[in-house]
């Protein structure tokens, strides 16, 4: 396990979150789905989201890389800076911009959802490219980021068609997208929910390896504290939109201080080994 | 039943795809070849692809294939089917026979010409009402409706009145007909689509719009279309024989359906005069059919067999 990540850093926080609130219109309803969050992440920093379903821990990171398609936004507002810079206030063209270049980039619980069935994988991959080429044919560059995510034969799966790849190869062609753009921070929404167990540890395996090797922050949102336990550096704790604990993975799991988290680490007595190497 | 089709069907794909295969690799060209050898596996398809291959084949030769032109008239009239006359002759002494020959030509092609217009007009429609949404859609979707409520014939009937008939007016009459089911099918899609993930992604990767609309929502949507154009051919020639039974085509082509018109008049005493044309119309829009059948059954891009060679 690594070092709890210093509360207090020096410089500028990679992503910094002041008092972000999101407020969604479902069928005349008001729903605070996000109340007042503060939420950091520094560079290179393994973050972990915790609570339970309608906690707001999705609508929190949709709301700060603003993904949040079907859905009718009432309010969106706080402070909200990635490198020092307000993104709240970014155009839809600026933060487009972002999130192809340097920016952040987000991989879902529903992989195949997200990938067009018609297209080969290849080319999938080749659209997220950021266009900052370092001269490199766009096809090479395409096999680089499938083999960086575990692919074995990259030339293959490039060819594939996504209803011909599992689920674990799925969320590998998704991850290999997401780092396309470079990103300096990626969003992982549930990335191995929809997973069987020795698949999920397989993908874990290479995010972990990916946020080592990239020096890219990750916030991964999930129900599993064994995840955080193993991979995260600091954890947030979330109820009814609200962030109730924040802490150390550490601190965390010695000393909870809000009930709820205490009882979730009460809970998530038996764990699963993420250490180790990946075959 | 249903497992003897299967088995029977996987065998043809089987023998067609691997003829083929040489050419079936990556290339889009490499898809369109798979989905035609996988046709040829179901037994709709192969069927009613054998019967629209003849009639295009008919259409084509027929100044060498009629023993008479459509307008020639030969020294008897009314004459039974015999071995000079296969199908008779009418009431001016023309040969049946060739007469549906010739007729082939114009049915085939205001079918297919109406079919293809009705999906340019409707596809285009239907992609912009189901793409933007909003105010697009509201207006289009009325002009859908408009023109779903309007009584074909008597639409019809207007334009000929006032234009006069003609091959392309028929054409367009006809494709004003079935435009709205395209457009209704189109905008279906595109509505569907454009709340998927992946495409949400595409925009993230900001993608034109006019890329997300044609390269990365389009081949999604093509499928059913596909099979709703044969069976808009199949209408559209359908229309065009009410509407030549009506009096209403281009009295200067040959059409299935002004042969019906014409034999009207000796349903009595000349049988073959109907029964032979209206057999033509029926065994068209069989092939048709089983044709738009055969495609629905391949070429959904999720099922194994549309993806003959990569498996």
């Known amino acids: 396990m690594r070092a709890p990540g210093v509360e207090a850093d020096l410089g500028v926080p990679l992503l910094d979150v002041r008092g972000i609130k999101v407020h969604l219109r479902v069928a005349d309803r008001l729903v605070r789905a996000v109340d007042g969050v503060d939420f950091r ?9 915790v609570g339970e379903s309608g906690s707001g821990k999705s609508t929190l990171v949709r709301a700060i890389s603003r993904l949040m398609p079907h859905v009718r936004v009432d309010e969106l507002s706080g402070h909200l800076r ?28 529903d992989p195949l959802g997200h990938l067009n069935p018609t297209h080969r994988v290849g080319r999938q991959v080749a659209e997220a490219l950021s266009p900052d080429s370092s001269g490199q044919p766009e096809r090479a560059r395409v096999l680089r980021l499938l083999d960086e995510v575990g692919f074995a034969d990259p030339g293959r799966v490039a060819r594939r068609f996504p209803h011909e790849l ?29 997973l069987d167990a020795t698949v999920q540890l397989q993908v874990l395996q290479t995010l972990y390896r990916l946020h080592k090797e990239r020096n890219m922050a990750v916030v991964i949102i999930t129900h599993d504290l064994g995840v955080v336990a193993e991979l995260c550096d600091r954890v947030y704790v979330m109820q009814t939109g609200k962030v109730v604990e924040s802490a150390s993975t550490l601190d965390l799991f010695e000393r909870p201080q809000h009930p709820y988290s205490a009882r979730l680490v009460e809970l998530s007595s038996h764990r699963l080994d993420f250490r180790g190497g990946e075959q | 039943m249903r497992s003897s089709t299967r088995a029977s069907g996987q065998r043809g794909e089987r023998i067609v795809t691997r003829l083929l295969t040489p050419l079936a690799r990556p290339t889009i060209l490499g898809r369109w070849y798979n989905t035609a050898a996988n046709l040829m596996g179901t037994r709709h398809g192969a069927i009613g692809a054998a ?13 060498f294939l009629a023993p008479y032109t459509p307008l020639q008239q030969t020294s008897q009239s009314l004459a ?8 008779g002759t009418d009431n001016i002494g023309r040969d049946v026979f060739s007469l549906i020959l010739y007729g082939a030509r114009s049915s085939l092609l205001v079918g297919l010409g109406a079919a293809l217009a009705a999906l340019l007009v409707g596809g285009t429609i239907g992609i912009l009402a189901g793409y933007f949404r909003g105010p697009v859609e509201a207006v289009l979707m009325r002009v859908i409706e408009l023109f779903q409520t309007l009584p074909v014939i008597m639409l019809v009937l207007c334009a000929v009145a006032l234009f006069g008939s003609s091959f392309w007016l028929l054409i367009a009459a006809v494709a004003l007909a079935i435009w709205p089911m395209e457009a209704r099918l189109v905008y279906g ?11 949400a992604a595409a925009r993230v990767a900001d993608l034109s719009t006019f890329h997300i609309i044609f390269r990365e929502i389009l081949p999604n949507a093509v499928q059913p279309v596909i099979v709703q154009v044969a069976l808009d051919a199949s209408i559209a020639i359908l229309i065009e024989a009410g ?8 009295p ?7 042969l019906l018109f014409v034999a009207q008049d000796y349903m009595e005493s000349a049988w073959w005069m109907s029964v032979f044309p209206g057999a033509a119309i029926c065994l068209t829009v069989i092939g048709l059919n089983l044709f738009a059948d055969g495609l629905n059954e391949v070429v959904d891009p999720r099922s194994t067999r549309g993806m003959g060679g990569l498996q």
Not at chain 1, 41 to 49: K, N
Not at chain 2, 51 to 63: G, H, S
Request: glycine letters at 8%; hydrophobic letters at 50%; zero cysteines.
């Open chain 2, 243 to 250: 509407l030549g039974f009506l009096g209403l085509s281009d």
């Open chain 2, 51 to 63: 019967i629209l291959l003849v009639l295009a084949a008919i259409a084509i030769a027929a100044p």
């Open chain 2, 252 to 258: 200067s082509m040959v059409s299935w359906g002004q």
């Open chain 2, 189 to 199: 899609q595109y509505i569907k689509l454009r709340e998927r993930e992946f495409i």
């Open chain 2, 80 to 87: 039974a089917p015999s071995r000079d006359y296969l199908f």
């Open chain 1, 166 to 194: 599992s689920g674990g190869m799925r969320q590998r062609v998704m991850i290999a997208i997401a780092l396309a753009s470079d990103p300096k921070l990626l969003f992982a929404d549930e990335p191995t929910t929809a």
């Open chain 1, 82 to 109: 990635f490198e020092g810079r307000d993104i709240l206030g970014l155009s839809d063209r600026e933060l487009r911009a972002l999130r192809r270049s340097r920016g952040f980039s987000m991989i879902f619980q």
């Open chain 1, 41 to 49: 992440v520094d560079t290179a920093e393994f973050v972990g989201v």
